[in-house]
């Protein structure tokens, strides 16, 4: 059974910046792809961000690119996700998930755990 925490969200101004961490209980964390995933009020569920097994590959969705790091650390089973230069259009609950393997995952579906998600709130 692997199980996932976030944590680090919270209220922030608009330009300023968060990191998320996502706790990861397990042995078997390196063969996981990492991914984040957000939620705004009324809408569904999108991609964020992705990071291969060893961190060596990533994936972002275009509106977090530039802003947006994905990163890992194996040795403490943890996924990060550093935000910057916040936007109110960031505001939402952020979800991280682990897949198996790594295939670039975007999509829900290819993702086999899930935290409770953090809230993000970004004032203007």
């Known amino acids: 059974q692997v199980q996932l925490v976030e944590s680090g969200g919270g209220l922030v101004q608009a330009g300023g910046s968060l990191r998320l961490s996502c706790d990861v209980s397990g042995r078997t964390f390196r063969s996981y792809a990492m991914g984040w995933f957000r939620q705004a009020p009324g809408k569904e569920r999108e991609f964020v961000a992705a990071i291969s097994l060893s961190g060596g590959s990533t994936d972002y969705a275009d509106s977090v690119k530039g802003r947006f790091t994905i990163s890992r650390d194996n040795a403490k089973n943890t996924a990060y996700l550093e935000m910057n230069s916040l936007t109110p259009e960031d505001t939402g609950v952020y979800y991280c998930?682990?897949?198996?393997?790594?295939?670039?995952?975007?999509?829900?579906?290819?993702?086999?755990?899930w935290g409770q998600g953090t809230q993000v709130t970004v004032s203007s």
């Open positions: 998930a682990a897949g198996w393997g790594w295939q670039g995952q975007e999509r829900g579906y290819e993702y086999d755990y």
